[in-house]
Antibody, heavy 120, light 108 residues
Framework: QVQLVESGGGLVKPGGSLRLSCAASGFTFSDYYMSWIRQAPGKGLEWLSYISSSGYTIYYADSVKGRFTISRDNAKNSLYLQMNSLRAEDTAVYYC?????????????WGQGTLVTVSS | ETVMTQSPATLSVSPGERATLSCRAS??????LVWYQQKPGQAPRLLIY???TRATGIPARFSGSGSGTEFTLTISSLQSEDFAVYYC??????????FGQGTKVEIK
């Protein structure tokens, strides 16, 4: 079945860096757009970044532009999020999600999420 | 940016009753709207896409309606497993893809 599994979360100090990974299985990863979405504790959902199936088209939310970098390796069926200059407000559960194939649309499915805590 | 506003923030409903959740967009999103359900400690799950089409495996008691800027998710007869937080999201005007702030459906 279609599955997304995130990894790489953890505790990091303000100003630090972390790289999240998302392993995809059960579908042809290279055919699909992908996104990262996060959820701060007790809060709602915030879209962060999108990458096209080829990797050539990328978008970021203003809140992470210039600090986060999305990438993918279609040969490894993997999606990544490099997070630099982390702030306390980046503390959240980070989800990867499939974002459509012919056109970007909704997010389905989602991974189980990985918790990132930014604290000194 | 298209701002999505959901109401109410919390809805108290008895099992077996009908629940009606609203989502409003700050500009037209056509029918390019989805609804997700999220239970504590779980990732969101797709319920409805295209404003009114149930996703695979979603029970018929869930229905979506609306277009343009006004949308509704109706749960016709609440089951115990339906108590959760529900989010709407638009995919018409992107980037960014934007979510409502959520409606929590709790047991009355």
């Amino acid at each position: 079945q279609v599955q997304l599994v995130e990894s790489g979360g953890g505790l990091v100090k303000p100003g630090g860096s972390l790289r999240l990974s998302c392993a995809a299985s059960g579908f042809t990863f290279s055919d699909y757009y992908m996104s990262w979405i996060r959820q701060a504790p007790g809060k709602g959902l915030e879209w962060l970044s999108y990458i096209s199936s080829s990797g050539y088209t990328i978008y970021y939310a203003d809140s992470v532009k210039g600090r986060f970098t999305i990438s993918r390796d279609n040969a490894k069926n993997s999606l990544y999020l490099q997070m630099n200059s982390l702030r306390a407000e980046d503390t959240a559960v980070y989800y990867c999600a499939r974002a459509g194939s012919s056109i970007p649309n909704w997010f389905d499915p989602w991974g189980q999420g990985t918790l990132v805590t930014v604290s000194s | 940016e298209t701002v999505m506003t959901q109401s109410p923030a919390t809805l108290s409903v008895s099992p077996g009753e009908r629940a009606t959740l609203s989502c409003r967009a700050s500009q037209s999103v056509g029918s390019n709207l989805v609804w997700y359900q999220q239970k504590p400690g779980q990732a969101p799950r797709l319920l409805i896409y295209g404003a009114s089409t149930r996703a695979t495996g979603i029970p018929a008691r869930f229905s979506g309606s609306g277009s343009g800027t006004e949308f509704t998710l109706t749960i016709s007869s609440l089951q115990s497993e339906d108590f959760a937080v529900y989010y709407c999201q638009q995919y018409n005007n992107w980037p960014p893809w934007t979510f409502g702030q959520g409606t929590k459906v709790e047991i009355k």
